[in-house]
């Protein structure tokens, strides 16, 4: 079993910036991908990014450009970051952890875009 807990988010300005972090704890051998989902209210769960554990990374469509995801893998951690937010940027966030013993999802963290 993994478990993630996720932090940061809250109620952020437009064109302001964001900083989520996503720590994974249990155990957690061999390759691995972590990452950053996102679903607004009425609408589907969306990838915003993912990172693999050899550094490769994939970006939902139109986040590439927008956000930036990091990893530090010794301490199992996976940050989420952008300095232009938008109102549209409004959701619940969610860190996700895949290997080959299954997929986990954190709780997650609220983001709301609103001056």
């Known amino acids: 079993q993994v478990q993630l807990v996720e932090s940061g988010g809250g109620l952020l300005q437009p064109g302001g910036p964001l900083r989520l972090s996503c720590t994974a704890a249990?155990?957690?051998?061999?390759?691995?991908?972590m990452g950053w989902y996102r679903q607004a209210p009425g609408k589907q769960r969306e990838l915003v990014a993912a990172?693999?554990?050899?550094?490769?990374?994939r970006y939902g469509e139109s986040m590439e450009g927008r956000f930036a995801i990091s990893a530090d893998n010794a301490k199992k951690m996976v940050y989420l970051r952008t300095n232009s937010l938008k109102p549209e940027d409004t959701a619940k966030y969610y860190c996700?952890?895949?290997?080959?013993?299954?997929?986990?999802w954190g709780q997650g963290t609220q983001v709301t875009v609103s001056s």
């Open positions: 249990g155990t957690i051998v061999g390759t691995f991908a």
């Open positions: 990172i693999t554990s050899g550094g490769e990374t």
């Open positions: 996700a952890f895949s290997d080959v013993f299954g997929d986990y």
